[in-house]
C-alpha cells in the first residue's frame, strides 16, 4: 500500500499499521484474552462488578484488536478497499 503524496495524517490512518505491526498487535491481543481469563480464574467473583468489568474489558480488548486484525488480514489479501 503506498500513499504517494498523502499528507502524514492520511498515511497514519490509512491501516499500514495492520501490515507493518501485525505481529506485536496479534502478540497484545492475545495477551489481553489471556489476562482476561486469567482475571476471571484467579479473582474471588465476591469482588462484584469491577471484577465482571475488569473480565470484559480485558476479553472485549483482545477479540476488537484480533477481530481488527483478522479483518485488515482478509482485505489486504483481497485487494479490495472498503
Known amino acids: 500500500m503506498h500513499l ?3 499528507t502524514r495524517m492520511a498515511r497514519a490512518w490509512s491501516g ?3 501490515v ?3 505481529v506485536p498487535l496479534t502478540v497484545t491481543g492475545l495477551a489481553c484474552l489471556a489476562l482476561g481469563i486469567v482475571v476471571a480464574v ?4 465476591s469482588d462484584g462488578p469491577a471484577w465482571a468489568m475488569a473480565v470484559a474489558g480485558c476479553l472485549a480488548t ?4 484480533l ?4 479483518f485488515g488480514v482478509l482485505r489486504y489479501r483481497r485487494g479490495t478497499a472498503l
Not at 484467579?42 to 467473583?45: E, F, R
Not at 483482545?62 to 484488536?65: A, F, T, Y
Open 42 to 45: 484467579t479473582v474471588p467473583d
Open 16 to 18: 499500514c499499521a495492520l
Open 67 to 70: 477481530g481488527r486484525i483478522a
Open 62 to 65: 483482545g477479540v476488537l484488536l
Open 4 to 6: 504517494h503524496g498523502a
Open 20 to 22: 507493518t505491526h501485525r
